[in-house]
């Protein structure tokens, strides 16, 4: 989607401002860094809606098209995003660990490219989650679970597409979790996420049950 290549190209250049080694912003210029990380993430979701009211492969059924008002949301919360550098594995194609099997809801398997690691902090304890790559793109997909599944958002998990930042950073903003299609629509095929992405921890951001 196009807000989506938009709101990815703000965060290259949110990531470039943080290392490239340029004195620290001022508290008014994290005001308005933040400020702008909301508009984009605002303007994703926008993005969002459109292709859940509108588009051929929305998972909504046509009449539920008609009544569709938007994906409910956590409010944006910028201390839900964070910035680093992913932690890669140099896996040979030959490794029979290069390729991750993920099971789907249907009982079928898709596989992705094991990437690497992505190490973060929140309230003093750091969590860790793998990263995979699509292997027909370069678009980093984290597929994880908390402690809000089943509750306050889809019992199977929700997804997070990144892009890779030079140097081998990345932007993991919980903010544009996203629920699977097959959350509104079981018909649609989606991976679970695996186990070691299980954060025993609620992230209160993102996407929350449409129903």
């Given amino acids: 989607m196009k807000n989506k290549g938009i709101f990815l190209v703000f965060l290259n250049l949110l990531i470039l401002s943080i290392f490239s080694g340029f004195p620290m912003a001022g508290e008014g210029e994290k005001a308005d860094l933040r400020a702008q ?7 994703w979701r926008k993005g969002r809606d459109d292709f859940f ?3 051929q492969r929305s998972p909504l059924t ?3 098209k008609k009544v569709f008002k938007g994906i409910k949301y956590y ?3 910028s201390n839900y995003s964070f910035s ?3 932690k890669r594995y140099n896996l040979h194609i030959n490794n029979p660990d290069y390729y991750a099997t993920f099971l789907t809801n249907k009982g079928t398997n898709k596989r992705y490219i094991r990437y ?3 190490h973060f902090q929140m309230n003093g304890k750091e969590y860790v989650l793998q990263v995979y790559k699509s292997i027909l793109s370069d678009n980093l997909f984290i ?5 809000t599944n089943g509750k306050g958002t889809y019992e199977g998990g929700r997804y997070i597409d990144a892009e890779i930042l030079p140097g081998y950073k990345m932007e993991l903003d919980f903010n544009i979790a996203y629920h699977p299609s097959c959350a509104y629509n079981d018909k649609f095929i989606c991976v679970l996420p695996p186990r070691e992405n299980t954060l025993e921890i609620e992230i209160r951001a993102g996407e929350k049950n449409y129903r």
């Fill in 116 to 118: 690497g690691q992505f």
């Fill in 62 to 64: 046509p009449s539920e």
């Fill in 53 to 55: 009211k509108n588009h």
């Fill in 84 to 86: 680093g550098q992913i």
């Fill in 75 to 77: 409010a944006f919360n």
């Fill in 37 to 43: 990380q909301e508009k984009s993430v605002l303007e």
């Fill in 143 to 147: 597929p994880f679970k908390d402690r």
